[in-house]
């Protein structure tokens, strides 16, 4: 099997990953490596068609798409080698990485690796939600990619479970377009996200937020036909008829392979997750700011 | 009209092995499944164990198919190249009324003929499962028990029936069953078949199916049952089967780590009224939380990456006055007329007797047939799974270079799918996005199919030539996107 070495290996070519990269150069590290499993770098900005990005870092306003091209342009300074097409699926405790993607399977040897594969989103089935299993149900960040990069509508009729900020960005896209939602269901007493998400998207397109309230149960037996949504003040519970039912109910950070390398131990300090990975950032411009700050860690 | 030799109607588990068995002879053999897919219904939901047969009466069929699946299921599992865990199972008791049980269970296992039985004591069971509760007072040790994911099981018969010779139809329901001198005429809703010989495993129908032709003798009553999937973070907790006998009245719960690095918990116990479906029972999670965390009080509930449900056949005779038995059936009931044989309530352990029952079965068939027929010289009991990059990384990195350069892009990356596993499952007869979740394990993983669904959506839109619009999850209506849709 061949065997590469580096100085710097990147697990993830979005915000984190590029921004690591950079800050590797500068840091003096020559031999980068960037894996990303997409055929290009920039990560779940490539699916945010919506604006909102780069207001911290850029002092623009721009799509997530731009604020991904531009900062693909910065990364020519970080001399990295880019492997896109490229998964990491193993790392090793000797500071090595097996990799596979179009140019094979391969080895990776190197001095650091920074942690850049991001986040996950939360399912409905880690929920106590009883019922059926039927299609329709996905989360927020699964509908986004269907509709903004492969042009594809996910339903007619929506319920949104949580009131995350993917949740809000989608709501207000799909009623802009004219896709009936008809209610965000949120647990906590107010909804989430930030505020400007609930200006843009919650207020201007007057999405329905239904509060102290959880789904318990879905309905239907291919296709979702609904929610049971029970009020956890009152115990109340009301059906919500419903084609599709899209969840923003939270991130996790993705740290799976470190959990694979290192199940009983703690992480060694030669190993740098940053960005969502590490936690989940509320906007991409402090995804970025996380990875520019290894110049002075790595 | 199509004339068959035998006709078996249902592509479960059993019917997959049924086909298998009898390819093993030189007969025109079809299988009709109602479903786009094999193992859709009963057959894909378990908790996948194969026992090894102290559970039965002595004397019963279960006893005798049970205990013969045992010893030979490594062998069948290589012939098949299907996955299993050779975990072992431990049943606890927490008491006198416990340890009574485990004697007796132990003893019916001698009786059987089941090797290696063992009872433990607290301190040898806590050695071997550390993080169980405290109390326990025994265990019975079943060491050659095994785990297996059950669907991968009866894709692999259908695969190797396949390549034997069987012929599978699939969305082709039997909806009319009638005599004809001597042979029977099963009508789909497209064609009709002719065959002397008819194997009703219509699992949740095959008490209908059966009446159309005999006299009623068993109908089935559903069961429900819940199980909850832990994430494989959780697997560390979990190295063996564990079931509890408990002291007070009332189910128990089993544990099990499942091929995969899994624990799989369940199942709970449910009367269904009306038509069973596979829905979940908010009670019945928490059940099994609850019960799940008596027994392993470190593990995390948010390590829960899954619930789902299955309906289960349970079968009870019918009287003579049209009342129903009190107690349901507990051995295999195989009922036969004049050619027409009905698997009718096969329960646990079925999945364990798969093989088994096949083999029986196609011993009876034969056997009825004036001229025996002749034996298939080209029948071949070896099927090659679908390379799996996931389980070449436990076993053998090396050899991952060597698989075709689809194998190299990672579709699923919880669990490791490859594009080419992915294309693989399709050609090998995969229509839906569970089709392909059940030949790769794409989508079982922490994500669920977050990331890998829209993927493998398009894959099979590409595979299949046909628009993602009309990919389903699960075969009929269930579309992926909701229908209506048009593209912006």
């Known amino acids: ?298 | 009209m199509e004339k068959v030799d035998v006709l078996i109607i249902g592509a479960g588990v059993l019917g997959c092995f049924a086909a298998r068995n009898l390819s093993r002879y030189k007969l025109d053999i079809a299988v009709l499944e109602q479903r786009e897919d094999v193992c859709t219904g009963i057959s894909k939901a378990n908790t996948g164990i194969i026992y090894q047969g102290y559970d039965q009466h002595p004397g019963s069929l279960k006893a005798s198919l049970c205990v013969r699946a045992s010893a030979g299921f490594q062998t069948l599992c290589e012939e098949l190249d299907v996955a299993y865990r050779k975990c072992g199972l431990l049943m606890t008791s927490f008491g006198p009324r416990g340890d009574r049980a485990l004697a007796g269970k132990k003893k019916q296992g001698e009786a059987n003929r089941v090797e290696g039985l063992r009872i433990l004591n607290a301190g040898e069971v806590y050695a071997l499962e550390p993080f169980l509760r405290g109390g326990i007072s025994h265990a019975l040790y079943a060491e050659n028990t095994f785990t297996v994911n059950p669907w991968e099981l009866g894709i692999a018969a259908f695969e190797n029936a396949r390549a034997n010779g069987a012929a599978f139809c699939f969305r082709e329901k039997a909806v009319n069953i009638e005599r004809d001198r001597g042979a029977f005429l099963v009508r789909t809703e497209a064609r009709t078949f002719r065959a002397s010989r008819v194997l009703c495993c219509a699992g949740m129908q095959a008490d209908r199916l059966w009446e159309t032709v005999g006299r009623p003798r068993i109908r089935i009553r559903p069961l429900a049952a819940d199980y909850l999937v832990f994430d494989t973070q959780a697997g560390k907790w979990l190295s063996h089967i564990l079931s509890v006998e408990p002291e007070e009245k009332g189910d128990g719960i089993t544990l099990v780590p499942t091929v995969d690095g899994n624990i799989l918990a369940g199942p709970t116990r449910r009367t269904v009224r009306g038509e069973p479906d596979a829905s979940t029972d908010a009670d019945g999670l928490r059940e099994l939380k609850k019960k799940t965390s008596e027994l392993l009080p470190g593990l995390p509930m948010d390590l829960i990456i899954r619930s789902f449900a299955s309906a289960r056949p349970n079968p009870y005779a019918l009287e003579e006055d049209g009342s129903l038995s009190n107690g349901s059936i507990l051995d295999f009931e195989i009922l036969e007329e004049d050619g027409f044989y009905a698997l009718v309530g096969i329960k646990t352990p079925g999945l364990t007797c798969a093989n088994e029952l096949g083999a029986y079965m196609t011993d009876r068939i034969i056997r009825s047939f004036e001229t025996a027929p002749e034996a298939n010289r080209a029948y071949d009991p070896i099927r090659k799974a679908i390379p799996r990059v996931s389980r070449l990384l436990e076993e053998d990195i090396g050899r991952l270079e060597e698989l075709p350069p689809p194998y190299r892009e990672i579709i699923c990356r919880c669990r490791n799918v490859s594009r080419g596993e992915v294309v693989e499952a399709i050609r090998r007869g995969a229509v839906t996005i569970d089709g392909v979740k059940r030949r790769t394990g794409a989508g079982m993983g922490r994500c669920q199919g977050g990331v890998c669904m829209e993927k493998i959506l398009h894959i099979l839109a590409e595979e299949k030539a046909m628009d993602p619009r009309q990919v389903t999850k699960d075969g009929g209506d269930s579309l992926v996107l909701a229908p209506s849709c048009g593209s912006r």
């Open chain 1, 1 to 298: 099997m061949e065997r590469y070495a580096y100085d710097v290996l990147i697990i993830g070519g979005g915000a984190a990953g590029m921004a690591a990269a950079l800050a590797a150069r500068r840091r003096g590290y020559r031999r980068i490596l960037i894996a990303e499993r997409n055929k290009e770098l920039g990560g779940v900005l490539l699916q945010c068609t919506h604006t909102g990005f780069g207001l911290g870092y850029y002092r623009e306003d721009l799509t997530g798409i731009e604020y991904a091209r531009r900062f693909r342009s910065l990364l020519r300074e970080s001399g990295a080698d880019i492997f896109t097409g490229t998964s990491v699926i193993r790392i090793f405790p000797d500071r090595s990485a097996l990799l596979s993607g179009a140019g094979g399977v391969f080895q990776v040897a190197y001095r650091k690796c920074v942690l850049a594969s991001g986040c996950r989103e939360k399912t409905i089935w880690s929920q106590d939600v009883a019922g059926s299993r039927p299609a329709g149900i996905m989360t927020c960040g699964t509908a986004q990619k269907l509709i903004n990069v492969d042009g594809l509508d996910v339903g007619n009729e929506i319920v949104i479970a949580g009131t995350g900020d993917v949740g809000q960005v989608m709501a207000g896209q799909l009623a802009a377009s004219g896709v009936h939602v008809i209610a965000m269901i949120e647990k906590e007493d107010r909804p989430g996200g930030r505020r400007r998400n609930r200006e843009r998207f919650l207020e201007a397109y007057d999405i329905p937020v239904v509060l102290r309230s959880v789904i318990t149960r879905i309905v239907g037996s291919r296709r979702i036909e609904g929610v049971l949504v029970r009020n956890l003040d009152s115990g109340g519970e009301t059906f919500l008829a419903c084609d599709t039912l899209l969840t923003a109910i939270g991130m996790i950070p993705d740290r799976q392979l470190l959990e694979d390398c290192f199940p009983d131990s703690g992480v060694p300090d030669w190993v740098l997750p940053v960005g969502n990975c590490d936690y989940v950032h509320d906007v991409v411009d402090g995804v970025t700011l996380d990875g520019l700050r290894l110049e002075t860690l790595l």
